[in-house]
């Protein structure tokens, strides 16, 4: 599996954006990049996911480098509830078990108030 | 979106008793279901594939006989960890996505299943 390098943490403050970037250098043409988060003592929830276009919904945007090499996920105005560990996983829909996630150390977001 | 519940939220049990959790997807029929565990201040680390009318597949290094997989229906999962011991004290997690024509279908999860082995 492609493997993904993220920062073990970032800290921001309450109604700032917050870039969160995953690099993923060893990426293949058809890896889509999906970001999962884990609040407290929850299972994790998703995210957003992209394969090559930048993504935008509710929750965050997606920006994807042009040579795929990298993401950055962005939640625009962060608040106090955002605070929990992003994981970025590249998924292959073309590989035998590609529904399931394998999960890296992933950033730990902490929000300042 | 779609929901998974798992029962029961947290358990407390003596070493050597078995323990059983379930899994199941509310809103969706799920023919695969996954099972992690997460240790404190850790990543999830996937267990099994729970596969509805098969055999579940297991990640290298989990014992099969040790976290029974059954996977009786298309909304429920259980997973059975058998004379437990302290050191399976852990989180357990499981998810489900709703199969359609895609392979990116969202993955769901549950709240977790807290196990203290005394």
């Known amino acids: 599996d492609a493997k993904t390098t993220q920062p073990n943490s970032m800290e921001s403050n309450e109604e700032e954006p917050v870039h969160l970037p995953c690099n993923h250098s060893t990426i293949s043409g058809t890896d889509y990049i999906h970001w999962y988060r884990q609040l407290p003592s929850q299972g994790p929830e998703y995210v957003i996911h992209g394969l090559t276009s930048n993504v935008n919904n509710r929750m965050a945007s997606l920006a994807i480098a042009e040579d795929r090499k990298s993401s950055t996920l962005i939640l625009h105005r962060a608040t106090l509830r955002d605070a929990a560990v992003y994981y970025c996983?590249?998924?292959?829909?073309?590989?035998?078990?590609?529904?399931?996630?394998?999960f890296g150390q992933g950033t730990r977001l902490t929000i300042n108030p | 979106g779609a929901v998974v519940s798992q029962h029961p939220s947290w358990v407390i049990c003596k070493s050597g008793t078995s323990v059983k959790i379930e899994c199941r997807s509310l809103?969706?029929?799920?023919?695969?279901m996954f099972w992690y565990r997460q240790f404190p201040k850790q990543s999830l680390m996937l267990m099994a594939t729970s596969n509805e009318g098969s055999k579940a597949t297991y990640e290298q290094g989990v014992e099969k006989d040790k976290f029974l997989i059954n996977h009786a229906s298309l909304t429920l999962s259980t997973l059975t960890v058998t004379s437990a011991h302290p050191e399976d004290s852990s989180f357990y997690i499981c998810?489900?996505?709703?199969?359609?024509?895609?392979?990116?279908?969202?993955?769901?999860f549950g709240p977790g299943t807290r196990l203290l082995v005394l």
């Open positions: 809103d969706f029929q799920a023919t695969t």
């Open positions: 998810s489900a996505s709703p199969w359609t024509s895609g392979f990116q279908e969202t993955q769901y």
């Open positions: 996983i590249l998924r292959d829909p073309l590989i035998q078990g590609a529904q399931k996630l394998v």
